[in-house]
């Protein structure tokens, strides 16, 4: 049973016991909602963005937006995966530390990825948007919220 670790093996059944046991904390929980609000508002812009006719909020929401939610969801899933492993003095809590991962997400996504895959283009202002969606999880989770 290659899963065997996640099974309640004292009651012998095949109930998720590990994960139905796991208790996360407040930051735990606040990184789940920065990382899931922002994956449903992906999935609104993607439904809206094309019917949009002002020319700059249009502009903004095919071309940047998605870029900008997934720095927020980038931040909050990098955060959360961290503070379940071993090495939780690795998260990201200083801006700079937002400043440098939002960097190499853009250099990874708007440089790298285009030299792999034909489809895929580079932008700058892209890697502008990966920043401020880390600076913004910043924003939200170390000044105003977690503190």
């Known amino acids: 049973m290659p899963y065997g670790f996640l099974i309640n093996s004292s009651r012998g059944n095949s109930r998720l016991g590990y994960l139905r046991n796991m208790r996360l904390n407040k930051k735990q929980k606040k990184d789940l909602l920065f990382f899931i609000v922002p994956l449903i508002l992906f999935q609104v812009n993607e439904l809206i963005k094309a019917d949009v006719q002002i020319p700059v909020l249009g502009y903004v929401l095919r071309c940047h937006f998605n870029d900008y939610l ?14 379940l492993s071993n090495w939780t003095s690795f998260q ?16 990874c996504w ?32 170390e000044v105003l919220v977690f503190k």
């Open 92 to 107: 990201l809590t200083k801006i700079q530390h937002f400043l440098i991962a939002g960097l190499l997400c853009g250099i």
């Open 110 to 141: 708007e440089l790298i990825t285009p030299l792999f895959i034909q489809s895929s283009t580079g932008d700058f202002w892209d890697v502008i948007a990966y920043i401020l969606g880390m600076l913004t999880y910043w924003f939200f989770s």
């Open 70 to 83: 997934g720095g927020i969801s980038f931040a909050a899933y990098l955060n959360f995966i961290l503070s």
